[in-house]
T-cell receptor, first 115, second 117 residues
Framework: AQKITQTQPGMFVQEKEAVTLDCTYDTSDPSYGLFWYKQPSSGEMIFLIYQGSYDQQNATEGRYSLNFQKARKSANLVISASQLGDSAMYFCAMREGGERRALTFGSGTRLQVQP | DTGVSQNPRHKITKRGQNVTFRCDPISEHNRLYWYRQTLGQGPEFLTYFQNEAQLEKSRLLSDRFSAERPKGSFSTLEIQRTEQGDSAMYLC???????????????FGEGSRLTVL
């Protein structure tokens, strides 16, 4: 089974509007972390936001917020007031408990912001 | 702090040749990761070091792949007898030991793109 599922291969949004990128995850560990990364065409992976499994409140970082619904195992990224520079690939990732420290990534969503 | 550095940025080689990539993590980051990314896909985990110890290797890491981090600083990833299926972007990342085991985000380099002809 896929650990991280991103069902939207591509999304379009108008500049200045908000957009939600979907992410569902699968784990039986009670302790885990969820991450979102942005990958522009230049290729570098840029960390955006983190949510811990025990965090009571949804994480926010500037225009980015994470809509964390633990019972549904979803961790959707919300980008408010989209900008042209937000056009990129977006990846959801998870780090599970135990000795493993690596992130498992989803297949990504390509976001295109239109003027 | 200059970020994670990877060399070379691009490598074109013929099938059957050996290639080596180098990664210099952010100083004082004791955790170092190698990922592989093919076009249109998310990064796939290859291997992970804590200091000089290689703590985990993915099943994707065949016998032709070997990674080292001899002094707990820079790391090398060598691919022997390259195949066309090895063509991908090889990403290195490091994380801060002062962050918790779940909270520490990965800082990625710009990657090394391998093309096997």
């Amino acid at each position: 089974a896929q650990k991280i599922t991103q069902t939207q291969p591509g999304m379009f949004v108008q500049e200045k509007e908000a957009v939600t990128l979907d992410c569902t995850y699968d784990t039986s560990d009670p302790s885990y972390g969820l991450f979102w990364y942005k990958q522009p065409s230049s290729g570098e992976m840029i960390f955006l936001i983190y949510q811990g499994s025990y965090d009571q409140q949804n994480a926010t970082e500037g225009r980015y917020s994470l809509n964390f619904q633990k019972a549904r195992k979803s961790a959707n990224l919300v980008i408010s007031a989209s900008q042209l520079g937000d056009s990129a690939m977006y990846f959801c990732a998870m780090r599970e408990g135990g000795e493993r420290r690596a992130l498992t990534f989803g297949s990504g969503t390509r976001l295109q912001v239109q003027p | 702090d200059t970020g994670v550095s990877q060399n070379p940025r691009h490598k074109i080689t013929k099938r059957g040749q050996n290639v080596t990539f180098r990664c210099d993590p952010i100083s004082e980051h004791n955790r170092l990761y190698w990922y592989r990314q093919t076009l249109g896909q998310g990064p796939e985990f290859l291997t992970y070091f804590q200091n000089e110890a290689q703590l985990e290797k993915s099943r994707l890491l065949s016998d032709r792949f070997s990674a080292e981090r001899p002094k707990g600083s820079f790391s090398t990833l060598e691919i022997q007898r390259t195949e066309q299926g090895d063509s991908a972007m090889y990403l290195c990342a490091s994380s801060d030991p002062r962050r918790g085991p779940y909270t520490g985000e990965l800082f990625f380099g710009e990657g090394s793109r391998l093309t096997v002809l």
